[in-house]
Structures are given as structure tokens and as C-alpha cells.
Nanobody, 117 residues
Framework: QVQLVESGGGSVPAGGSLTLSCKISGADWSMPCMAWYRQSPGNGREGVAHIDSSGATSYTDSVKGRFIISRGDANTLYLQMKNLNPEDTAVYFC????????????WGQGTQVTVSS
């Protein structure tokens, strides 16, 4: 059974930094397409950053220049977040697509990021 487990969330003041990690277990293949999503109270889930099988990345406009998505070894995904602001407060989720990269089918349980003003 594939499991995604996020870590690294926490509370920081505005302007602070955090790095989120996502460890995938239970898969005997490398996850080619992965992403970070976030959801704040009263809002839908928003795609924050994506990385595809070639390593190409994309970001939602509000985080460009501040967040970096990257892969580590053995199905690990990271999200480096800098210059955080209160609007970044949300639960952050790691997601992975099936091997053909068509649909996000695997999701973590989320990690809370809180940015105070």
C-alpha cells in the first residue's frame, strides 16, 4: 500500500522559512509526477508546486520566487518555502500521480503551516 507522509510544518513569523518533506513508502517504482497542494479554512485545495518526470517544475503565481519544489532520493519530495506570509497559512499536502502521470491518486495526510503577522 502506497503511503505519503509529510513532515516539516510548523508556526513561523512572517518572513520566515520552512522546508516540508514528503516520504513515499510502499511503492516499488519511482513516482514520476508529484506536487504540493494546500488548503486553508473555507477554501478549496490549491495546487502550489508541481514537478514532472523530466524534472520540470511549475508554481502557482502567489509562490513564484519564494517556494522551490525538488526531489530527494528514494521517493522523497521537498518544498522549500521562504519569505512566508500569513496568506501561506494552510494545511499542505503531498500528492503523486500514478506511473502514467495522468491523475493524482496518492495523497498524504497533510502538515499544518501557520504564518503569523
Amino acid at each position: 500500500q502506497v503511503q505519503l507522509v509529510e513532515s516539516g510544518g510548523g508556526s513561523v513569523p512572517a518572513g520566515g522559512s520552512l522546508t516540508l518533506s514528503c516520504k513515499i513508502s510502499g511503492a516499488d517504482w519511482s513516482m514520476p509526477c508529484m506536487a504540493w497542494y494546500r488548503q486553508s479554512p473555507g477554501n478549496g485545495r490549491e495546487g502550489v508546486a508541481h514537478i514532472d518526470s523530466s524534472g520540470a517544475t511549475s508554481y502557482t503565481d502567489s509562490v513564484k520566487g519564494r517556494f522551490i519544489i525538488s526531489r530527494g532520493d528514494a521517493n522523497t519530495l521537498y518544498l522549500q518555502m521562504k519569505n512566508l506570509n500569513p496568506e501561506d497559512t494552510a494545511v499542505y499536502f503531498c500528492a503523486a500521480k500514478e506511473p502514467l502521470c495522468t491523475t493524482y491518486v496518492y495523497w498524504g495526510q497533510g502538515t499544518q503551516v501557520t504564518v503569523s503577522s
